[in-house]
T-cell receptor, first 107, second 123 residues
């Protein structure tokens, strides 16, 4: 089965840049999507198709995908960005696959 | 504004049944694939089942095949998940989400989610 690996946690100071990785075998050949989850709230799509942003998502959020690693980058991090972030791909043998999630802490 | 609101969660004994509902508003429900996902305590998200617009296609994760049934009512804008023979490992927050696809091979994602409803399977 296809596995996506994310670091459990990432910490960053306000105003700095956070990079959250999602590792998978040849993930660069797949389309990667990212969701933001805050406690008690509905998950929010922040990036789809590797690097596209839904309307309403600030351009501080961006995505890239190459080789065995996809990355969600959040520039000028704000306190309100503190959340869990999860990557997602569709794999022909495993169907929908999600990473374990990364907790972003804003120091 | 697109809204998805789940209901029907609660505490159920192993072997029991529950029916989850997801009310949809703010979009033309009948034109979208819809999905149920879940997240067990301290775990990552897991896709559970999805259904196409006219219920002719339904897919399930192996662990729930034969026990869960996804359905929808396009007239009332509701998505359902009938959960039978529940097990402790089914304990999770269950989310409904709207399916989307993008250009590119095998590009499927969820653009709107509900807040989820908690199912606890325990004696």
């Amino acid at each position: 089965s296809y596995v996506l690996t994310q670091p459990p946690s990432v910490s960053v100071a306000p105003g700095q840049t956070a990079r959250i990785t999602c590792g998978g075998n040849n993930i660069g050949a797949k389309s990667v999507h990212w969701y933001q989850q805050k406690p008690g709230q509905a998950p929010v799509l922040v990036v789809y198709g590797d690097s596209d942003r839904p309307s309403g998502i600030p351009d501080r959020f961006s995505g890239s995908n190459s080789g065995n690693t996809a990355t969600l980058t959040i520039t000028r991090v704000e306190a309100g960005d503190e959340a869990d972030y999860c990557c997602h791909v569709w794999d022909t043998s495993s169907s929908h696959v999600f990473g374990g999630g990364t907790k972003l802490t804003v120091l | 504004e697109v809204q998805l609101v789940e209901s029907g969660g609660g505490l159920v004994q192993p072997g029991g049944s529950l029916r989850l509902s997801c009310g949809a508003s703010g979009f033309t429900f009948s034109t979208y694939w819809m999905t149920w996902l879940r997240q067990a305590p301290g775990k990552g998200l897991e896709w559970v089942a999805n259904i196409n617009q006219d219920e002719s296609k339904k897919y399930y994760v192996d662990s729930v095949k034969g026990r869960f049934t996804i359905s929808r009512d396009n007239a009332e804008n509701f998505l359902y998940l009938q959960m039978d023979s529940l097990r402790a490992e089914d304990t999770a927050v269950y989310y409904c989400a709207r399916d989307r696809s993008c250009s590119g091979v095998n590009c499927y994602y969820y653009d709107y989610w509900g807040r989820g409803t908690l199912i606890t399977v325990s004696s």
